[in-house]
């Protein structure tokens, strides 16, 4: 996931990122130009790219999916955020390729709310009925304490730390 607050790293956060993973484009804020130029980035680097709530942005882009869309994803693969169990529910409903579970541990992302805990996390990523992705303080190390009920991981604060 792309936030504001990694700044100018985000083309060295880019180039150290493992073969087979995702960037999420979720610079809402920013200006399109500055969104598309992070897809490019990414697919310099062959590495899969979604686009957060601008399904036209995504469209334009090449993304692979677009992420908590805004209206008709007109066509395009989903992903969800999953923080309780009426959006797991929605996520299923909806057909999503990946739910975002989160946050599952304390984040500063989302400052001053308590992670669910890895064991209701498990239960949202099952009732999503989909490729589920922890997120929300994750690292390596937390992900291995997920008992393969994820798909993957992602982080925001994970690649601020390098």
């Known amino acids: 996931m792309t936030d504001p607050r990694i700044g ?22 920013s200006p399109r ?7 490019d980035l990414c697919r310099a ?4 790219f979604g686009v957060a709530g601008d399904v036209a942005l995504a469209r334009d882009c090449g993304a692979s999916l677009v ?4 209206g008709d994803p007109e066509g395009l693969p989903l992903s969800l955020p999953v923080h309780d169990e009426r959006e797991a529910d929605d996520a299923a409903r909806r057909h999503a390729a990946l739910a975002f579970v ?14 669910i805990g890895v064991e209701r996390a498990i239960k949202l990523a099952k009732r999503s ?3 589920a992705i922890a997120l929300g ?26």
């Open 8 to 29: 100018s790293a985000l083309p060295s956060v880019i180039a150290q990122l493992p073969d087979g993973t995702g960037v999420i484009v979720r610079h809402d804020e």
């Open 33 to 39: 130009i500055e969104r598309a130029a992070i897809a």
């Open 45 to 48: 680097r062959g590495i899969v």
């Open 67 to 70: 992420h908590r869309p805004h």
């Open 102 to 115: 989160s946050p599952i541990f304390a984040t500063r992302s989302h400052e001053g709310v308590a992670g």
């Open 129 to 131: 009925a989909t490729f």
């Open 137 to 162: 303080g994750m690292d390596r190390a937390r992900f291995a304490e997920l008992n393969d009920a994820f798909y993957g991981w992602a982080g925001i604060d994970a690649w601020l730390r390098t």
